[in-house]
């Protein structure tokens, strides 16, 4: 079914492929030149191609980090180390990626977010008894790079029924006269 009828897959301008790409969503500088450069063009046509995008103010690295970071921590919020690690992941530069990160942060209160995290798992925790909860709440917070005082104060702060007997205690008892 090759016959010469087939046409050759059309490979567009780049300029074409990088607007037809930034319609659909966003992109940092190293994303796009990346993915310039896996469709097959030119390197040398791909950087005269980032730098007019930039020039022309289609492609902006830090404008891409503040909404990557805003967008983020409205679904679901996470700590500094992740938000450097996600940045770091989308080619933004460390040097960037830290003041974005450092100025952000500069209005988040650490322990207020991982209240509002634990807040979203109270149910689940709830389940278990009080030791186990702290330890999956804790490992949660971690692995979304919460330190653990914060973690420490927000489960403190959720008010977990610390009277929840645990599995020993919940066993029927024997009477002593059987």
């Given at each position: 079914?090759?016959?010469?009828?087939?046409k050759?897959?059309?490979?567009?301008?780049?300029?074409?492929?990088?607007i037809?790409?930034l319609?659909?969503?966003?992109?940092?500088?190293?994303?796009?030149?990346?993915?310039?450069?896996?469709?097959?063009y030119?390197?040398?046509?791909?950087?005269?191609?980032?730098?007019?995008?930039?020039?022309?103010?289609?492609?902006?690295?830090?404008?891409?980090?503040?909404?990557?970071v805003?967008?983020?921590?409205?679904r679901k919020?996470a700590?500094?180390?992740?938000?450097l690690?996600?940045?770091?992941?989308?080619?933004?530069?460390r040097?960037?990626?830290?003041?974005?990160?450092?100025?952000?942060?500069?209005?988040?209160?650490e322990?207020?977010?991982?209240?509002?995290?634990?807040?979203s798992?109270?149910?689940?925790?709830?389940?278990?008894?009080i030791?186990?909860?702290?330890?999956?709440?804790?490992?949660?917070?971690s692995?979304?790079?919460i330190?653990?005082n914060?973690a420490?104060?927000a489960?403190?702060?959720?008010e977990?029924?610390?009277?929840?007997?645990?599995k020993?205690?919940?066993?029927?008892?024997?009477?002593?006269?059987?």
């Open positions: 079914m090759d016959g010469p009828d087939k050759p897959p059309r490979i567009p301008d780049p300029r074409q492929y990088a037809y790409l319609a659909r969503r966003e992109y940092s500088i190293g994303q796009m030149h990346s993915k310039l450069l896996t469709k097959g030119e390197p040398k046509a791909v950087n005269a191609l980032i730098k007019a995008l930039v020039n022309e103010g289609l492609l902006d690295d830090e404008r891409f980090s503040r909404n990557a805003s967008s983020m921590m409205r919020p700590g500094r180390a992740y938000m690690g996600y940045l770091q992941k989308k080619s933004i530069p040097e960037m990626a830290l003041s974005i990160i450092d100025e952000f942060f500069g209005q988040v209160d322990i207020e977010m991982a209240f509002k995290l634990l807040q798992r109270a149910r689940y925790l709830s389940k278990f008894d030791e186990t909860a702290r330890r999956k709440a804790y490992n949660y917070l692995r979304r790079a330190g653990y914060a420490r104060e489960f403190e702060k959720l977990f029924q610390e009277s929840k007997p645990s020993a205690e919940s066993a029927p008892r024997r009477n002593e006269h059987d």
